[in-house]
Nanobody, 115 residues
């Protein structure tokens, strides 16, 4: 059983910052990929950023230079530091964990950026 618990969403003005956290628990293997996806109303869920257990990262073009993904393997936690937020970043952000057994989703956390 794998559980992902997210925190850190909220309302922020354009240009502001937020930091999301996602703590994983359960049968987690040391080799895995953790990441963040987002889904805005009426749009498909999209990858925001991902990081492997070795620290390799991948970002959507729309967030490069503004968002930073990191992880603490000892705590099985992934973070997403979001800077220079824009109204178009408004979405529900979902944590994702991928291991050999399959993929798991968090419950989602709302991020709203006002103009």
């Amino acid at each position: 059983q794998v559980q992902l618990v997210e925190s850190g969403g909220g309302l922020v003005q354009a240009g502001g910052s937020l930091r999301l956290s996602c703590a994983a628990s359960g049968s987690i293997f040391s080799i895995n990929v953790m990441g963040w996806y987002r889904q805005a109303p009426g749009k498909q869920r999209e990858l925001v950023a991902a990081i492997t257990s070795d620290g390799d990262t991948n970002y959507a073009d729309s967030v490069k230079g503004r968002f930073d993904i990191s992880r603490d393997n000892a705590k099985n936690t992934v973070y997403l530091q979001m800077n220079s937020l824009k109204p178009e970043d408004t979405a529900v952000y979902y944590c994702r964990l991928v291991i050999q057994l399959g993929g798991f989703w968090g419950q989602g956390t709302q991020v709203t950026v006002s103009s």
